[in-house]
């Protein structure tokens, strides 16, 4: 084998490593933003189910009362979970955060007994947790009813504009791994032109002609999809086990992403392996030295 010959199959290889880099690292952006872009309602309602509302109590509430209006709650349809805590749970709280024993200070304790509840997601917005509020305080053993407003709002606000952003961004990411595949392959089929060629000039059809290039890089895609479909599977893996919630390996949705990948994978690769080597095929002799 020739020197010249040995230089074109080392670049030939290199294209071909390059190709299925760029493929791998580019379908593991696109589908992480894929999982997040289907998984935004689901993470918006996660992160809604951690706010909390704490309905606190009159003083000389009895118990019973108490337990009554904890089990109506429970039976809500807006309420996801109930948790009572004692004034005497409170004060050790307290006394955990403070550093010191207030009571023996104020020589009575001042917190209440109270209920904390978490609503499901999809009902917390503006408008019903405020008639939730409203109507809890009608009943004559609630003093009051205390949640964070504002980072409800942040929250309602903010996830939009995510979703919205992370669209945009995966769609500027199709793009790039279109245009990334086609320059690749252009490169690493022009530089067999010669070789296609010849063999146009000796009768070969283009089906025998595309073959083999179409065969090689479908592969190609499919060994890529898979190993990027894995490492995603992965990183979501170690991410909700890292905060202990099913939040993104979530639903069928979170499936179709990973299959997708591996179809879409060798469709692209096929399909700018198609037209890269068609305009090769159909180039004139004359101009072979200077395809662009």
Same mark, same amino acid.
């Given at each position: 084998m020739s020197i010249e010959s040995q230089y074109y199959n080392h670049r030939r290889q290199r294209l071909f490593m390059l190709l299925a880099?760029?493929? !791998? $690292?580019?379908?593991?952006?696109?589908?992480?933003?894929?999982? $997040? /872009?289907?998984?935004?309602?689901?993470?918006?309602? !996660?992160?809604?189910?951690?706010?909390?509302?704490?309905? %606190?109590?009159?003083?000389?509430?009895?118990?019973?009362? #108490?337990?009554?209006?904890?089990?109506?709650?429970?039976?809500?349809?807006?309420?996801?979970?109930?948790?009572?805590?004692?004034?005497?749970k409170s004060a050790e709280k307290a006394k955990k955060i403070l550093g010191e024993d207030f009571i023996a200070v104020l020589g009575e304790n001042p917190l209440q007994d109270n209920v904390e509840?978490?609503? %499901?997601?999809? %009902?917390?917005?503006? *408008?019903?947790v405020r008639r939730f509020k409203e109507r809890l305080l009608q009943n004559r053993i609630v003093d009051d009813v205390a949640y964070e407003k504002a980072i409800m709002d942040l929250l309602n606000r903010n996830m939009k504009k995510i979703g919205t952003f992370i669209l945009v961004f995966g769609l500027i990411l199709l793009f790039i791994i279109y245009f990334s595949i086609r320059n690749t392959v252009r490169l690493s089929i022009y530089n067999k032109r010669f070789t296609i060629k010849t063999m146009q000039l000796v009768g070969a059809t283009e089906g025998f002609i595309m073959r083999p290039f179409l065969w090689k890089y479908a592969v190609t895609g499919i060994i890529t999809g898979i190993a990027a479909a894995a490492s995603i599977h992965a990183i979501f893996y170690y991410i909700d086990h890292y905060i202990r919630a099913d939040?993104?390996?979530?639903?069928? $949705? %979170?499936?179709?992403?990973? /299959?997708?990948?591996?179809?879409? *994978?060798?469709? #692209?690769?096929? /399909?700018?392996?198609?037209?890269?080597?068609?305009? /090769?095929?159909?180039?004139?002799?004359?101009?072979?030295?200077?395809?662009?």
């Open positions: 880099l760029n493929l !791998y $690292l580019l379908l593991v952006l696109l589908g992480f933003f894929a999982v $997040l /872009i289907f998984n935004a309602r689901h993470l918006n309602n !996660y992160f809604k189910e951690k706010l909390t509302l704490t309905v %606190y109590f009159k003083d000389g509430t009895p118990r019973s009362s #108490i337990k009554l209006l904890e089990k109506q709650l429970k039976n809500d349809t807006l309420v996801k979970s109930v948790v009572f805590v004692s004034k005497e509840l978490h609503l %499901y997601g999809k %009902y917390v917005n503006d *408008s019903l939040l993104f390996r979530h639903g069928k $949705l %979170y499936w179709i992403v990973l /299959i997708s990948l591996v179809l879409f *994978s060798p469709l #692209i690769v096929l /399909i700018t392996t198609y037209f890269s080597g068609r305009k /090769i095929l159909r180039m004139h002799t004359d101009d072979i030295h200077a395809f662009r």
